[in-house]
């Protein structure tokens, strides 16, 4: 998890504004102990470090005003603890005193933006992978983030796949999908030899696949993003069922100790179930929000994503990619899941 970068001097702390689209600053003597609110505050400012840190887009730093007193002095830093926040090397917010619902509201807004400001493309989208380089296909929620980079993928099971298709993880790769470069909208969409069956998953004997996500660490939950980007029938042309479908009918099922069979899950009340729309799908990214209902998703620790059926005729449905948008929490032992809190009923 990021921490807080240690301010040594004015030059770094110059070079830091040139090199982050967003730098947020506690400026504080928490180090002092005559200084109780600055160490009231700082473990809330240290977890928002640890869930909002992404590398030159949203950058989290401390200043020991008695240390650094040129900062402190061009900053007029004359409240304990003062948090300033930054935006492309301007000073655009400041919360002054230990006040963590502000500090919590200011940052997380624009963290969230500044999500969204390195899209360069349309609905959140941007270029390029790893952590302020996610691909995403939709827009993230305002006052959450991308948190997909804490799905423990070396957890997930993935039951009806279609073998010849991609694994499970691929649908957690932070680059865009391979579909939208081959433009699938031409014609069916024939992949090259190298990105053939490697960046897509397939359901198998029929339309259902059953996914289990463990985290890494608790969550809060607010969306799911799905991307499918089946190719599409070029224009004049009847319907082929053998193409596969985007997902229709959705149920998900939070903390669960493991996946669920199929058989299981129609005996189980899911947490929620979505059914999407063609309205839904964002027809430039084939991206839909799956918008849950935030108080049934808190202390999250695994969900299982079940989609019961799609789109179409066919017997197959696609899946491009999964981000999920929210917040995180205390970190998780992964050498032995816990169910916590199922909801049977």
Known sequence: MAKPVEISSGRQFSSLLDSSRVVVVDCDLVYADWCGPCKNVAPVYEQLAAQLSRPKIVTFAKVNVDNQTGIAETYEITAMPTFLVFKKGVEVSRVRGADPKA?????????????????????????????????????????????TEHVDTKGLDLLNRDSDFGEARVLFDLGKPSALDLDGAKGKGKAT???????????????????YIPFNMTMKIHTIQI???????????????????????????????????FDEADDITPTQEIELKQQDWNEETGT????????????????????????????????????????TGEKREMGKLEKQGDDDS
């Open 227 to 261: 991307t499918s980007r089946p190719p599409r029938v070029p224009e004049g042309e009847d319907e082929d069922d053998e193409l596969p479908m985007r997902p229709k009918t959705v149920r998900i099922y939070s903390n669960r100790a493991h996946n669920l069979g």
């Open 103 to 147: 500090l919590q509201d200011t940052i997380k807004k624009i963290a969230a933006e500044a999500d969204s400001d390195s899209s360069g493309g349309f609905g959140g989208e941007s270029s390029g992978t790893g952590n302020g380089g996610t691909w995403r296909g939709a827009e993230l929620a305002r006052g959450y983030s991308d948190v």
């Open 193 to 211: 030899d190298t990105q053939k069956k490697t960046d897509w998953v397939e359901s198998d004997t029929d339309e259902q696949l059953m996914l």
């Open 288 to 327: 839909a929000r799956l918008e849950l209902r935030f108080v049934k998703f808190q202390n999250v620790t695994s969900l299982v994503v079940f989609i019961v059926d799609g789109d179409g005729e066919s017997e197959r449905v696609r899946l491009d990619r999964i981000r999920i948008i929210g917040e």
